[in-house]
């Protein structure tokens, strides 16, 4: 639904006083491009897209999320949501005590085929289902499943110190830079050695492994949308081709063309 004056690729969460279910279901196409502003909610969201890669920010972080993937958001989290292509939108609003898991942390997890086949079949669930009913009982399966679900090292955390913030922003607009830790410093007045501590206190990642991240999941929108791998390498600093798919099998455990089909063959 489009709020009064906005442009069409700006999008409103409904005003919901209360779910109706322990399992409320969202389900439409998205623009490419589109926009969804930081919002929170008293209930957990299970946000899905069976095409195009979606941007989850939360204050952690930010999370992307390819088609075989979900982000678990937990209650009053705030969160917004940029998409990269169209996106067919899938999301499940869950009562908090509908289910034990995936916890309590805003985390990308892995989507199985059973839960995707499942997920289908809840385009046309009704908003007041009786829970003692067949599509009661495809809810509880559901439940069921997201509980199980595996994470997925898909989130990118963000510091919180302002030098570092100034890094991590300009890195995320140019992912393919390779300035030093020590050229940084210069530029926002600290020392190698304070900035690389301060990125482990904050991130939980050396600031090579935290750039590697951010390249790693910029990699994902630029390869969905059919960019050429040979571009998408370049893009994202490396030298070479075997480079980076290198770089990307042993952060995603498959090559860019199998990560892909993979994804392609559960649509």
């Known amino acids: 639904m489009l709020l009064t004056g906005q ?4 999008y409103r969460v409904p005003e919901l006083g209360g779910l109706p279910r322990p399992l409320y279901v969202r389900a439409f196409e998205i ?4 926009e969804v502003a930081m919002h929170s909610h008293p209930w957990a969201q299970f946000m899905h897209a069976s095409a195009g890669v979606l941007c989850v920010h939360t204050p952690l972080g930010r999370h992307m999320v390819p088609p075989q993937h979900a982000i678990w958001i937990p209650p009053g989290m705030a969160h917004g949501v940029t998409t990269h292509g169209r996106i067919a939108f899938h999301s499940l609003y869950l009562d908090p005590g509908a289910l034990e898991g995936p916890g309590p942390d805003c985390k990308a997890l892995v989507v199985t085929p059973l839960l995707r086949a499942l997920l ?6 009704p908003a007041d289902y009786r829970p003692d009913s067949a599509d009661g009982r495809l809810v509880a399966v559901i439940l069921d499943q997201i509980a199980r679900l595996p994470a997925a090292p898909l989130c990118l955390p963000m510091p919180g110190d302002p030098r570092l913030l100034r890094i991590a922003l300009a890195l995320q607009a140019d992912p393919g830079n390779d300035r030093t830790l020590e050229a940084w410093g210069q530029r926002v007045g600290a020392t190698r050695r304070t900035l690389a501590r301060r990125f482990r206190d904050e991130t939980r990642l050396t600031f090579s492994e935290w750039r590697l991240s951010l390249r790693m999941l910029a990699a994902l929108p630029r390869l969905e949308a059919g960019t ?3 571009t998408v390498a370049a893009e994202l600093g490396y030298a070479s081709l075997s480079a980076f798919i290198a770089a990307f099998r042993r952060f995603h455990g498959s090559t860019p063309g ?3 089909d993979r994804n392609a063959t559960r649509r």
């Open 7 to 10: 442009t069409p690729n700006h």
């Open 228 to 230: 050429p791998v040979t």
């Open 258 to 260: 199998a990560f892909f």
């Open 120 to 125: 289908h079949e809840t385009r046309t669930l």
């Open 31 to 34: 623009p490419a491009d589109s």
